[in-house]
């Protein structure tokens, strides 16, 4: 963009007291955001020195400040805005509490990175597991968990006793929280959250520290401001003397970070916490064409809790967004390979394609799919795959002893899973010396005989397991063997529910369809987990390659081409989302991650998931035509509906990517 449109100029020539700037998809905020900093500063004699702009993440710090010093390099006396680049303060919040509280000598304690936070939290989760007896695991998944709940008590500014934690036993998570604040004042150490909540503590108990850093930024300019939590909220007041020049960037439609404590209404209610507040409307999209835009806000208008507006194109034409029912997630996924395929041997490059999804496991079926075809990938996210999942080794465990009984480790890890009361006494005992330990705790003298009536039953189970297919196997796990009674056992144990446990199995389930014996899904099961763990220590660089991302991970990326996985009921709106706030979240998340195509956009869902019958999400009724008729015969021609395009998928695809 060349020259702004009348919006972004409003937006840009704003000079005094409070502005909020709704910022659609692809509407140019962060020109904006940079070109008002250099009009600050040419035409209004504002130093540098006394703007600050905030952003959420390093990356977003580093691209405004590059966006900032290529536009002051178009001016005229160069020299002087080498200084301007120089002054004015591009930071992310983090890094501007550090700064506010080292200048008072406050954060003199060691900063915990994030491997050591997580570190310190599966200890305590472990000791915790050790002293109570409780069925608390330590894998990577319940360690974020305690610790996204630790920040969400921290960063909503609530009182740990009023706190309800959905994830662990309310005594529990109290001993954690309590356990962790013990680590760090015995390692003198402070977390991002402290830091935030010290900086807090300070500016509003010494008027000093205040009014001097409320003179040093004058100006304050904010992006993404929907992901703000309570207490950075707090903090922007105080340091904008109520709202004095404060100047917030965001989109109310994008805000999905509720689990951290960010809400749509801080967004929502500026207006009316900060009186006279001028507000701009950036309504025109760069980035997607006619139709996707329009569908889109088919989509969005349908919540409630929002600002109203309808965002506009640039007269961009282009292919409709493509709707599509896939069988069930494994031929939905390979119906995406084989389009990412047939993409690519069209020319266009794997790095302007985004497989995006609702939750993490989802990526399982398409990566299997894209190694099965050569696809490059790479998951954006870093978290565990399904299958290294606590719940996966269990079942990789006893697939594995189906076939190879000599196996102690696996026998130790599920022996009591369900449980068997085979104590660790027992399991010591019995370990001394070679041989299986199946066999030797059967031949212990203090072994019970209900125990002992146990172990022959896991045997038999174990004979079984090995002449079934892999996912009736698991099936059979589940119900004959108790292992999802089990799962009930310490889901009610941890007050948690068990909708997300269940669907691990269920992910499990599906994907041993694609393999003949338990010895063949095992094997891959293993092979995945030592992918994934190569796929954390470094980045694929080398080549482009096919992104796959959660919904959350994609906000701020922009693909030629998009396809959404998964839009299917379960999914998204995920079913542990039942209140209406919870539901228009989602309905914001399938948002963000329609928006990041550029030209073209695949949704596909589901008639069948997880052995139950699906339907497409809600979100995409009254928008467009989601029955069986909506899959087409490859035959058929166009055919538009509400303005979505149900078209012969070859015809399609066999379109150039890149064209308009």
């Keep these: 963009m060349s020259k702004l449109n009348d919006g972004q100029q409003a937006?840009?020539?704003?000079?005094?007291?409070?502005?909020?700037?709704?910022?659609?998809?692809?509407?140019?905020?962060?020109?904006?955001?940079?070109?008002?900093?250099?009009?600050?500063?040419?035409?209004?004699?504002?130093?540098?020195?006394?703007?600050?702009?905030?952003?959420?993440?390093?990356?977003?710090?580093?691209?405004?400040?590059?966006?900032?010093?290529?536009?002051?390099?178009?001016?005229?006396?160069?020299?002087?805005?080498?200084?301007?680049?120089?002054?004015?303060?591009?930071?992310?919040?983090?890094?501007?509490?550090?700064?506010?509280?080292?200048?008072?000598?406050?954060?003199?304690?060691?900063?915990?990175?994030?491997?050591?936070?997580?570190?310190?939290?599966?200890?305590?989760?472990?000791?915790?597991?050790?002293?109570?007896?409780?069925?608390?695991?330590?894998?990577?998944?319940?360690?974020?968990?305690?610790?996204?709940?630790?920040?969400?008590?921290?960063?909503?500014l609530i009182e740990l006793q009023y706190y309800n934690s959905p994830n662990f036993a309310g005594e529990d998570f109290v001993r954690v929280y309590h356990a962790y604040e013990e680590y760090k004042a015995n390692n003198n150490a402070m977390d991002f959250d402290d830091m935030l909540q010290k900086c807090y503590e300070l500016l509003t108990h010494s008027p000093q520290a205040l009014t001097y850093w409320q003179n040093k930024y004058t100006h304050i300019m904010i992006d993404e401001f929907q992901d703000i939590n309570q207490a950075q909220y707090n903090v922007v007041k105080l340091l904008s003397n109520d709202g004095k020049n404060l100047f917030v960037v965001g989109d109310d439609d994008q805000s999905i970070y509720r689990f951290r404590g960010s809400r749509p209404e801080f967004l929502l209610r500026f207006p009316h916490d900060f009186p006279d507040t001028a507000c701009v409307t950036l309504t025109t999209n760069y980035r997607s064409t006619e139709p996707i835009i329009d569908f889109c806000n088919r989509v969005i208008s349908q919540n409630n809790t929002r600002y109203s507006k309808t965002m506009i194109g640039t007269g961009r034409t282009g292919k409709a967004p493509f709707f599509t029912l896939c069988d069930d997630v494994n031929a939905e996924a390979q119906f995406t390979a084989r389009q990412v395929r047939r993409l690519i041997g069209k020319h266009c490059s794997p790095d302007d394609i985004a497989v995006i999804y609702r939750v993490n496991r989802q990526s399982r079926a398409i990566a299997d799919a894209f190694?099965?075809?050569?696809?490059?990938?790479?998951?954006?996210?870093?978290?565990?795959?399904?299958?290294?999942?606590?719940?996966?080794?269990?079942?990789?465990?006893?697939?594995?002893?189906?076939?190879?009984?000599?196996?102690?480790?696996?026998?130790?890890?599920?022996?009591?899973?369900?449980?068997?009361?085979?104590?660790?006494?027992l399991i010591t005992s019995a370990l001394k010396g070679n041989g299986s330990l199946l066999k030797k705790l059967a031949r212990q003298e203090r072994l019970q005989a209900w125990q002992l009536a146990r172990l022959e039953k896991l045997s038999k189970d174990l004979a079984m397991l090995a002449r079934l297919e892999p996912w009736q196997a698991i099936r059979y796990l589940r119900g004959n063997v108790g292992y999802d009674g089990y799962i009930n056992k310490i889901s009610a144990y941890r007050h948690i529910s068990p909708v997300g446990l269940f669907e691990v199995l269920d992910e499990l389930q599906e994907a041993a369809k694609n393999f003949g014996t338990t010895r063949e899904f095992a094997e891959h099961m293993q092979n995945a987990v030592m992918a994934a763990k190569e796929q954390k220590h470094k980045f694929v660089n080398d080549k482009p390659a096919v992104l796959l991302s959660t919904m959350h991970s994609a906000k701020g990326l922009e693909f030629d081409t998009v396809f959404i996985i998964g839009a299917t009921e379960g999914s998204i709106p995920h079913e542990k989302s039942t209140t209406e706030q919870e539901i228009e979240e989602e309905r914001r998340l399938f948002y963000v991650g329609l928006t990041r195509a550029k030209s073209h956009l695949v949704i596909t869902s589901v008639k069948n998931r997880y052995e139950a019958k699906a339907t497409p999400t809600r979100f995409l009724r009254g928008v467009i035509d989601t029955g069986e008729d909506a899959q087409l015969a490859r035959e058929r021609v166009t055919n538009k509906i509400t303005g979505f395009r149900r078209v012969n998928i070859m015809t399609f695809m066999n379109h150039d990517a890149h064209e308009s």
């Excluded at 035409?43 to 702009?53: K, P, R």
């Excluded at 490059?376 to 996210?381: E, L, N, Q």
């Design 11 to 156: 937006a840009v020539n704003h000079v005094s007291g409070a502005m909020l700037v709704l910022a659609g998809p692809g509407s140019g905020k962060t020109t904006v955001i940079v070109s008002r900093v250099l009009n600050l500063i040419k035409e209004h004699n504002i130093d540098g020195s006394n703007i600050l702009v905030i952003t959420f993440t390093k990356a977003a710090t580093e691209e405004m400040k590059q966006r900032f010093s290529r536009l002051a390099q178009l001016s005229p006396t160069r020299q002087e805005h080498n200084d301007w680049r120089r002054d004015v303060c591009f930071s992310t919040f983090h890094a501007l509490f550090y700064r506010i509280l080292n200048a008072s000598r406050v954060g003199s304690q060691t900063i915990l990175a994030e491997g050591e936070r997580m570190d310190a939290v599966r200890a305590i989760l472990s000791e915790l597991a050790l002293s109570s007896g409780s069925s608390i695991n330590t894998d990577d998944e319940t360690c974020q968990l305690a610790a996204n709940e630790i920040s969400r008590v921290k960063n909503e």
């Design 371 to 425: 190694m099965n075809s050569n696809i490059p990938y790479m998951i954006k996210d870093v978290f565990p795959s399904v299958y290294e999942h606590w719940i996966a080794l269990d079942i990789y465990a006893y697939l594995k002893l189906s076939y190879d009984t000599s196996s102690n480790e696996c026998l130790k890890r599920i022996i009591n899973k369900p449980g068997r009361y085979i104590s660790n006494l």
